[in-house]
Each structure stands twice: as structure tokens, then as C-alpha cells.
């Protein structure tokens, strides 16, 4: 962490810390019974859906999750009035995407219809809830770098220039900013890959031409890029034996 923050600071960037689960493999994900893991997994959840990492398009699901979050935290102190709501941060709970959408107050005025129906969950029982709804997202489980593509080749002409590249149990793929995955690739495909400070560079597999290429990113988190690459295949690996 130490050298993360020397790092940015003489990038220039402003940045936070969110503690999260590395390694995720749908086929394999088991329920625990550790109240301290479920804690982090739901944190975890909850942050992808407020960042937009995990897109909820549905207006209605949003105003839910926002209640369920705030139940979760508050517990018997969730406001009953508007204007108590918003001293309680409430915005800093609905997904950044949607926050636009109405004012304070009637954000406020949204969720407390949904307060009566939450106030009296458990709140282990609500963070299962929020849980298993962003778990059926295909995104569920993916580290996300801001990336620009620095070559053209045909393969991936179709990609803009600034995208975002994901990770996760099912291969790399490059998103736009909304979350939509425009292309995709298995591990498998992935033949060569490493970095500088500044870049990123693949040669991977073009099963349409039957032959490799070469996409090159910048990035200041190659490092980062290249060693999840490996860890989730030592992952897959070890899973199957």
C-alpha cells in the first residue's frame, strides 16, 4: 500500500483503497458461514454497483439496492423524512450513473417509499439479498483498468481508443465506458503478455485468421494487469485438477 500511495502521488492521481476478493470463479463459488467474508464480499458487491462497474439498468431495482444499503448500514437510525436522509449521505449510496437522474430530495422521497418494506430485514439477510442479485451479473467478479489502445491491427479495429479492460474467471475483455463488452477472450487465447511503467502489450490467438496478434495498451497498472492474468490461471488451473 505503501508504495501504491508513493506511486500515485508522484503520478499526480487521485486514488482509493477498496479492499477486494482477487481471485472469483463462478463455477466454483460456495456459501460461507464466516460473517467477517460475507461482510466483504457484500462491500464489495455494493461498490461495483454504486461505481457503475456492475450496470443495473432498471430504475426501480436501483432504488431498492439504495434502501437495502441503507437499511444494511443505519439499522434502526434509517431516517424517516427526506431531509434526514440526505444528512445521512444517502446520495453517496445511489449508483453513480443514476445520480443525475433526480435531486436530492427526490431521490430521498424514492427511497423512503421503499423503508418500510426493509427497516425490519436482518441485516445478514440483506446483504445476502444485494449479493445474489449483482452475482448474476456476468461481470460479477472483475478487475477493471482504464486502458487506450495504442496499435490497430484488424482484429480489434472495431475497439475505440479509450476503453476499459476486465478480468475475471472467463477471459479479458474490453469494455466501453457504459460496461458493455464489446470483445472478448479466453485465457487460452492469451499466448504472451507483459509490461512497462507506461504499457501493456498481448499477442493474442485470432481464431477467424487462425493466427496471432499483437495489441499493445497504455496503462501505469501493467504490472497489475500482467500478474492477475497469471493468478487467475494458476486459479483455473488448480480448480481442475
Sequence with gaps: MGDVCVQKARQGRAYKFVFKRKIYLRNID??????????LVYLQAADEVITGNIPVTDEEEVITITAKALAIDLADEFPEDADGLVEAEMMEYVPVPWR?????????????????????????????QVV???????????HFFHVKKVNDVEAISNLPTSMIAAF?????????ENRKILMSFGYADIYR???????FS??????????????????????????????????IMASTQ
Design 30 to 39: 460456495e456459501e460461507s458461514e464466516d460473517e467477517m467474508f460475507n461482510r
Design 202 to 235: 498481448l499477442i493474442i490467438w485470432n481464431a477467424d485468421t487462425q493466427d496471432t496478434f499483437e495489441m499493445i495498451l497504455t496503462t501505469f497498472q501493467a504490472a497489475d494487469m500482467a500478474a492477475l492474468i497469471l493468478d487467475f490461471i494458476n486459479a
Design 168 to 176: 475475471n474467471s472467463d477471459g479479458l475483455h474490453f469494455l466501453d
Design 132 to 142: 445474489e442479485r449483482v452475482r448474476e451479473h456476468e461481470l460479477y467478479g472483475t
Design 100 to 128: 443525475s437522474k433526480y435531486s436530492d430530495d427526490e431521490w430521498a422521497k424514492l427511497i423512503l417509499a421503499k423503508r418500510s418494506s426493509v427497516i425490519d430485514q436482518d441485516a445478514d439477510g440483506l446483504q445476502a
Design 193 to 199: 503478455w507483459g509490461g512497462s511503467s507506461v504499457q
